[in-house]
């Protein structure tokens, strides 16, 4: 929610799609109101997609941990 995470935003890494169907992996930054810390997800989402419109996303995020919150992705 964008009271939980009022500067939160998600860096676009990878995408591509085919036949109905759209793939991407993204990187999510924010900072959590409540306690003032960062947080980052790395994360990918998977589209279906009919007549050029996304009718459903499934995704799945994982929260780094506090060492991998600030090493870059490679």
Do not use: N, Q, Y
Not at 16 to 25: D, R
């Amino acid at each position: 929610s964008f009271r939980t995470f009022p500067d939160g935003r998600c860096e676009l890494r990878t995408g591509t799609g085919s036949a109905g169907h759209g793939l991407a992996e993204s990187v999510f930054h924010g900072t959590r109101a409540k306690e003032g810390s960062l947080v980052r997800a790395v994360g990918a989402e998977v589209m279906e997609i009919v007549d050029g419109k996304i009718v459903e996303i499934r995704d799945s995020h994982r929260v780094l941990g506090a060492s991998e919150s600030t090493a870059p992705l490679s």
